[in-house]
């Protein structure tokens, strides 16, 4: 049990255009789900902590406005990098807990964004 | 200091050898410990809770030392299979989310 899926699994986009990706928790129903950023040999830093039905919580550093979340139900959370450029090129990973932030998180297979 | 470091090897390591990851974090109000494994270009997962008494799943034996903030990770008989990147990982944000180290990565050679 506990499986999270993402989509897509790696996506190649030009410069200036918005992608979305989403995260899903397809046998549980998550209340709270995270979004990770991995840039190459760096370890998994926290973005947001968003939980169904309110506003993601971001992490400093993160702009809200281009980074997009929305956790519109239980098993579903979508994250759109708008404008994106090549600095924004990285692995993105959700990940979903039942209930509290401090439950056990179920990792997605990440999605890997390229930025030309 | 580092929220969670770790030394980011290689550990480079015949099979069936014994190896072991030490791990420092600096936030003493955390309370739950683990240890991740991720490997190349996939997403981390779970291999372990680390609880105060130790704890041991086959070959992996996990420590934790609360006085000295210090997690250790410890595997027997290593084999080809166990070569990834090890990720200590401890709860300490803002919002008790997890805080990731940047991993040890294990190369097992036959």
């Known amino acids: 049990g506990a499986v999270v899926s993402q989509h897509p699994s790696w996506v190649i986009c030009k410069s200036g255009t918005s992608v979305k990706i989403e995260c899903r928790s397809l046998d549980f129903q998550a209340t709270t789900m995270f979004w990770y950023r991995q840039f190459p040999k760096q370890s998994l830093m926290l973005m947001a902590t968003s939980n169904e039905g309110s506003k993601a919580t971001y992490e400093q550093g993160v702009e809200k406005d281009k980074f997009l979340i929305n956790h519109a139900s239980l098993t579903l959370s979508t994250l759109t990098v708008t404008s994106a450029h090549p600095e924004d090129s990285s692995f993105y990973i959700c990940?979903?807990?039942?209930?509290?932030?401090?439950?056990?998180?179920?990792f997605g297979p990440g999605t890997r964004l390229t930025v030309l | 200091r580092k929220e969670v470091e770790q030394d980011p090897g290689p550990f480079n390591v015949p099979e069936g050898a014994t190896v072991a990851f030490n791990c420092t974090y600096s936030?003493?109000?955390?309370?739950?410990f683990f240890w991740y494994r991720q490997d190349c270009r996939k997403e981390p997962k779970l291999l372990m809770s680390v609880y105060s008494s130790g704890n041991e799943d086959g070959r992996f034996t996990a420590q934790l030392n609360r006085a000295s903030q210090y997690i250790s990770l410890l595997i027997r008989d290593s084999k080809l299979s166990d070569s990834a990147t090890y990720l200590c990982v401890v709860n300490g944000g803002s919002q008790g989310n997890l805080i990731f180290g940047k991993g040890t990565k294990l190369s097992v050679k036959p």
């Open positions: 936030n003493s109000a955390s309370q739950s």
């Open positions: 990940s979903a807990s039942l209930r509290l932030a401090t439950d056990t998180q179920y």
